[in-house]
């Protein structure tokens, strides 16, 4: 309670509150180490990775795009700078200093980094912009921009574009680069690929020597001409990778023993040897404790975070399950307590907090606001054999996450019918931290969703979700290019203006589809709707297809290819989709994501109610309000806002959204990708529900023009009243699984501390989630936090910067947010019972 307001406060607010860094127990190593991280303020952006990677790729011209990339990933190791700061026990980092930083991926967008650098440095101060040097603009300008800027992903893709695709996206302002229209988005300009779960345990078990064996006698037993001239070149490059692998461990290794040969105190000096020990051995060779099993987790993170950029960060995998070996051989052997076990996972935690996303662009920044990265941890679900797997380094996982003042790890709990009630407990208790972790995955909803699509029962049981809200089965997907999405609210403006956007002056970007006066029926207006959707979607697809066809001539990952067993085999890099997707059993779920669907879902049931079935309004009052956005039409607005809402239990409006996705699935099923398989709809907006929203007037639903759109499947801001079991019903029968390829659905739900407080809070809240899993919805995750606390660190944001509150599929500092992304959070619902 807070002695001031005798308000209930989540504990994050009350360590907050009291002036504490910490939640809970931690040792003095790790508090020291998270005080000077969060001493540091923002982000910097590092440009050595992309310095490396150019040097590196101006001596391999004309080499094959995989060589060239193997070749840097060996300059990069060699010669990338090695640091090991004071009280770290899992090394591995570019920068010389506590605190965040974010690698820049020149090959992606470097032709657009002098404009973002520019503006970056004009806006220093504003929450969300990285710290950019007059020295950073200078190495830009002169070492990147003159390489990159007719080579890079970024200028192949808006040429590749068809023109009438390209007018949807963006426009350009000379000033700022390519910037949002508001119906479509892409992101594969941005990203060098979507997550991806890295092959930790065949590293662990085998280590890189012997992989790199296995690798060098498929070489060796190549004969044709054709293997000679592709397959040799693929698995060379996952050798060289390997073999950079090992290299930028020894560096620190090295270090280690240098460090340590000067060291005066007697415990670090035995610390910085036993660095050296484990560095020196591992990855090349197979972990042997659960030390260096740690050890060779960090360092493939942090080396595929050099590989590329991976769109959400370099997912984590199952830990609990890959690392358990170790930990059991340990703790049986009396070499590591629980205690031991967290500290080292902490170190972890903290290297991640550590590895800020930067985009360079305004439209990419604007998608992820908060410096959006997810190295998603999952623990808990199901085995292969359908059994639940929880153990006792799931609760360390757990227990090590809850103390620290920072949004990572990011925590995933797959969860089902029978997950233990211990486990339940624990997740609950998390959330109540209000640290928004962790987030949950529902196997009753994604096995299945696996099993429709071809998986054998133990591919499915043993999916891994990923990022955001995504999810990976490993062994059969391949699709890596980043997304692109289409705005649901968009076709309502375009249905309400026959096609044009009052934003860009009535500009005709849709269909015609006619004066909406004219809709004798609101079968007239679905039809309508359904058409302009189907408008955008299609160019969802193109832009998507375009992204794919020239991402293999620009982009490639010899280390990420060894996570897929399909890859391997075919001796292909993931991102050849188009080929890729012909190999018998692979699964490609490239994605339309789309966005706003409470927004779109909450117009159409306010124009059915009121104009056609209580007929309270004509079409004519109705478009003049929108017209004014409501100015002077507040009554008509307040009929709007009160008319029937998404997420309260009506059914009628519920099928609404249930509609919505069919439509967009079934667009999908009857334009299938060139291998035949479909695209799938994916309803996850990270942040783009608020520069999409920008570019829309207002809608039926009583929004006001500019104002953001609903947050996933989600429903509108304040509008579910009916508490939170009927608001979960409502999402699950707006969820169309008719078609196959319904993808992930982001799910929000937020609860002030004092309906959660307590033993009866915990309860409630393991049922909420029980519920949940009876839905068979894929994902949903939770704030627990006062809106006078977001309210006050909006006022005073250097008292509150270690305030984390979940965003998307992510958790991020509050005072990083933009202020738009601020109110959004905050004006989400409050659930109560």
């Known amino acids: 309670m807070s002695a001031e307001t005798n308000t209930v406060l989540s504990a994050q607010e009350q360590a907050i509150a009291s002036g504490k860094i910490v939640m809970g127990k931690v040792s003095e190593r790790v508090l020291r180490m998270t005080d000077k991280i969060r001493a540091a303020g923002e982000p910097r952006i590092s440009l050595e990775r992309s310095i490396a990677f150019t040097e590196s790729f101006k001596t391999t011209e004309g080499q094959p795009i995989l060589t060239r990339w193997g070749k840097a990933l060996l300059y990069m190791a060699e010669h990338l700078p090695v640091t090991i700061l004071d009280d770290e026990l899992i090394v591995g980092r570019v920068h010389d200093f506590f605190g965040r930083s974010g690698p820049i991926w020149c090959e992606l967008d470097a032709s657009e980094w002098s ?430 297809l375009a992204a794919n066809e020239i991402a293999p001539l620009h982009l490639a990952g010899p280390l990420a290819n060894l996570a897929s067993p399909i890859a391997m085999e075919a001796c292909l890099d993931l991102h050849d989709h188009v080929r890729l997707g012909a190999i018998p059993g692979a699964i490609d779920l490239s994605m339309v994501e789309s966005v706003g669907l409470a927004t779109a879902l909450d117009s159409l049931a306010a124009i059915k109610h009121l104009i056609y079935d209580t007929k309270k309004l004509t079409w004519n009052q109705l478009l003049e309000a929108i017209e004014a956005d409501w100015e002077g039409h507040e009554a008509v607005r307040q009929m709007c806002v009160n008319a029937p809402k998404y997420g309260n239990g009506i059914e009628w409006v519920d099928k609404i959204g249930w509609d919505i996705q069919h439509a967009i699935l079934d667009y999908n099923n009857r334009n299938l990708k060139p291998h035949g398989q479909r695209f799938t709809c994916k309803i996850v907006p990270v942040t783009y529900h608020i520069p999409l929203g920008a570019g829309i007037h207002a809608t039926p639903n009583g929004r006001r023009a500019g104002e953001y759109l609903s947050d996933g499947v989600s429903p509108s801001h304040g509008m579910d009243v009916k508490g939170p079991t009927t608001t979960l019903r409502s999402m699950a029968r707006a969820h169309c699984t008719s078609l196959p390829a319904a993808g992930p659905q982001l799910v929000n739900m937020k609860f002030p501390p004092s309906m959660v407080a307590g033993e009866a809070g915990t309860t409630l809240l393991m049922q909420v989630i029980r519920a949940w899993v009876d839905t068979k919805l894929y994902h949903i995750q939770f704030n627990v936090l006062t809106r006078e606390t977001m309210l006050a660190a909006m006022k005073d944001p250097e008292k509150y910067r270690d305030l984390v509150v979940r965003v998307a599929g992510y958790s991020a500092f509050f005072t990083d947010l933009s202020p738009a992304v601020q109110a959004e959070v905050i004006a989400r619902t409050e659930q109560q019972m």
């Open 115 to 544: 404009r973002g650098a520019s503006f970056m440095m004009a806006s220093q101060g504003t929450p969300g912009v990285p710290v950019v040097t007059a020295e950073d603009q200078k190495v830009i300008d002169e070492v990147l921009t003159p390489y990159w800027s007719t080579r890079d992903f970024c200028q192949a893709y808006h040429a590749a574009v068809p023109a009438d695709t390209h007018s949807l996206l963006y426009r350009f302002d000379p000033k700022m680069g390519y910037l949002l229209q508001g119906l479509l988005v892409e992101t594969a300009s941005v990203r060098s690929s979507q997550q991806w779960v890295y092959p930790y345990e065949m590293i662990m078990t085998k280590g890189c020597k012997a992989i790199k064996a296995e690798l060098q006698a498929r070489i060796d037993a190549l004969a044709t001409p054709n293997d000679l001239v592709t397959k040799k070149v693929f698995l060379e490059s996952v050798i060289m990778g390997l073999d950079a692998l090992v290299i930028w461990a020894k560096r620190f290794a090295n270090l280690a023993s240098e460090m340590a040969a000067k060291e005066k105190n007697a415990q670090r000096k035995q610390e910085l040897e036993e660095i050296a020990s484990v560095c020196a051995w591992v990855p090349e060779n197979p972990a042997r404790s659960f030390r260096e099993a740690c050890q060779v987790q960090w360092f493939i993170q942090l080396f595929t975070n050099i590989e590329k950029n991976l769109g959400g960060g370099v997912q984590c995998g199952r830990l609990d399950q890959y690392l358990y070996p170790y930990y059991k051989k340990a703790i049986d052997e009396g070499k590591l307590t629980p205690e031991g076990a967290e500290e080292l996972l902490q170190c972890i935690w903290l290297n991640m907090g550590q590895q800020a996303q930067v985009k360079m662009t305004v439209s990419g920044a604007a998608g992820s606001s908060g410096y959006a990265h997810h190295e998603l941890v999952v623990v808990g679900g199901l085995d292969a054999n359908g059994q639940d797997v929880t153990n006792e380094l799931t609760y360390v996982i757990i227990n090590s996450a809850r103390p620290l003042p920072m949004a990572y790890p990011d925590l995933g709990v797959r969860v089902h019918a029978n997950t233990p009630g211990r486990l339940m407990r624990a997740v609950a208790d998390m959330i109540k931290d209000g640290k928004g972790n962790p987030k949950l995955f529902n196997d009753e909803g994604l096995i299945p969703f696996y099993l429709a699509l071809g998986c054998t029962p133990e591919e499915a049981n043993a999916y891994v979700p990923t990022s955001c809200c995504d999810f990976r089965c490993m062994q059969r997907e391949v699709h890596v290019t980043g997304n692109g999405g289409t705005n649901m609210a968009g076709p309502i403006e375009l249905v309400l203006r026959n096609g044009k956007m009052k934003r860009l002056g009535d500009r005709q970007f849709g269909l015609q589809t006619g004066d909406p006066r004219k809709f004798a029926t609101y079968e007239d207006v679905w039809k309508a709707y359904v058409a302009q959707t189907e408008f955008l979607v299609k160019h969802g697809h193109i832009q998507q």
